[in-house]
């Protein structure tokens, strides 16, 4: 088994595909492109983070949120985040960001429409501050 941690990653196959170039080396992937699916890995692997999209299952985000904060799997630290541009109005985030801490999520990453660098390290960054509170 590897000692990397283990990362469910919630999104939409776009945003999976993003995520995956950006965290693969430092984790090992689980990806989730519906909230059922994502029920089902979190109920038989032993996951160290979710990673959920806003456009997650029909952007059902917040409501997945919720479902996992209100099961036995609560503890597993949760981040939202905004990877691609155009799904949400920027002026909505704020709001949405705030929605996803009062739910219990560690924060909400707002990458979409950063230069690719800018964004890979923001991402990182965020992942190994939540790694990190485990070790």
């Known amino acids: 088994m590897s000692g990397k941690h283990r990362v469910l990653i919630a999104a939409q196959p776009s945003a999976w595909a993003v995520l995956e170039a950006m965290l ?14 994502a029920l089902k890995i979190l109920e038989r692997e032993r996951i160290d983070l979710i990673i959920a999209t806003i456009a997650f299952d029909e952007s059902q985000m917040l409501g997945f949120l919720a479902t996992v904060k209100a099961t036995a799997v609560s503890a597993i630290p949760f981040l939202c985040a905004r990877v691609l541009p155009g799904i949400v109005r920027d002026t909505l ?6 929605g996803c801490k009062a739910l219990g999520a560690a ?29």
């Open 24 to 37: 693969g080396d430092l984790a090992d992937l689980v990806p989730a492109h519906n909230t059922a699916a």
């Open 93 to 98: 985030v704020p709001s949405i960001r705030d």
């Open 107 to 135: 924060d909400l990453v707002d990458i979409a429409g950063l230069p690719p660098q800018r964004a890979e390290a923001a991402m990182r960054a965020a992942v190994m501050v939540l790694f990190n509170k485990d070790d």
